[in-house]
């Protein structure tokens, strides 16, 4: 138990992903401040996307996380993983406890595109994949058939692109990923020859990123594949202040136009002004069916997508739709559902009335699903320059439990408590696992396994039990 002097600005952070680790961060660097931190997550594991989104090859992404074990070292610092708010905790409880709160849990759902045939079985959110390939407890028992021969990926961000490359790599770029296992085999056998990736606007509007569609054009095993007559735009079509990237984008696509094919086993074909209309099939996927578009300049001078009436049916297996993730609400926590998004200005959570709460918002549950890692430190920093703004003028101060009956709760909340150390311990075992397979980890992906790793006697005790009450 630690000792919590009863003064301190005590601040509930709800998610350990990069917005809540950022968040704790700049709490703690804050030197006026005399604050105590306490992450709750509802994971084993913490980091988020980190672990669980950014793509497998992305070892460098990674590191980040080093910046977040110094603020999880800090003393005034309390991790309680497999915490969930709704099943143990409750937004009362915080409030009751805390000065305040910051929501820091992402953006977990996926938007639907609103096509008939979305949910046959070979159709499914690239969100799920990415939790799949990841190793995340909530998607690793996912299925996904990688039998046939096609795969289209609706959707023109990072996303999308990171699918694409996933479902192309070799065994050997797959054997030095931390890919979690059961994908990383089931990808290693796949017998996709070709991925499709769809755009619904051109290539101009395309939203990934210049390093990650540079890399299509380099893999080990796959061709990149791109019709000279979609990325040459007709003026009607361009921007009227194309951004730099967008012009990188544009030049890399024609000069992936003019190559020829590579020999490789694989291809990622990247196709524009396309929307699905329908995913088609019986009792699974057999295609989606295509409608061209062309774009139309709104009022506010962007370019939207309109169909014509030119349609074609591509045949597939497996759909995945890559286009953005969506938040989901709290238990009691104030949601604007148009956005979805936790309901704030500014990172301050409102109530529908507009009224202030002792309440906060970081990262992607704030803003939307936009930006890269790193965009979340910024982010983090505005919401809790607001939230130190509102303590200085007195709107934190609340009727709120003592420090030592805090911290009792607080270790107490979880069914099986995860301490900071325990955490470590996994860490330790997965860079184990790793060393001996020459990768860079080997994940966990059951609850079950980690709390093996965690509680091995408890563990045998219950199987005794089991065993003795079977005899019985
Ligand atoms: P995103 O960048 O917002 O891209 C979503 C894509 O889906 C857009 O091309 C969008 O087209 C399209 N779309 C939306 N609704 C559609 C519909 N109904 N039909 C067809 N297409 C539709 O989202 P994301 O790829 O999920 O990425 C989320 C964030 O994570 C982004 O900021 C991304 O950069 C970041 N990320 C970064 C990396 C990396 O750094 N390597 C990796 C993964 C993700 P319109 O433009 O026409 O709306």
Redesign the pocket.
Known sequence: MTDVPSTRLRVAIVGLGPSGAYAAGHLLANGDLDVHVDAFERLLTPWGLVRS???PD?PN?KTVTRVYDKTAADPRFTYHGNVELGRDISREDLLARYHAIIYAVGTPGD?P??VPGEDLPGSAP?TAFVGWYNGHPDHRDEVFDLSCRRAVV?????????VARMLTLTPAELGRTDMADHAMFALARSEIEEVVV????GPE?????N??LRELGVLAGADVAVSANEVTVPDAFREHAPSKASQRNLALLAEYATRGRRGHAKRIALRFLL??TQIVGDRRVRGVELVRNRLERADDGSL??HPTAARAVVSAGLVL?????RGRPLPGVPFDAQRGVIANVGGRVVEPGGGPTREYVVGWAKRG?????G?NKRCAQDTVRALVQDMVAGRLDAPIADAGAVRDWADDVASVPVTWADWETLDRHELQAGQRANRPRVKLTRVSDMLDVLHPAQREDQGSAVLARFWA
């Open positions: 989104g950014v793509a992305h992404i938007r595109m609103a690239a609706i959707g023109n961000g990072n996303v999308a692109i990171d769809v755009g619904r606007r509007q395309a939203a990934f990123t390093p990650e929307s699905p939207r997508a739709r890559a286009v953005g993730y699903p936009s930006g890269v890692i965009t």
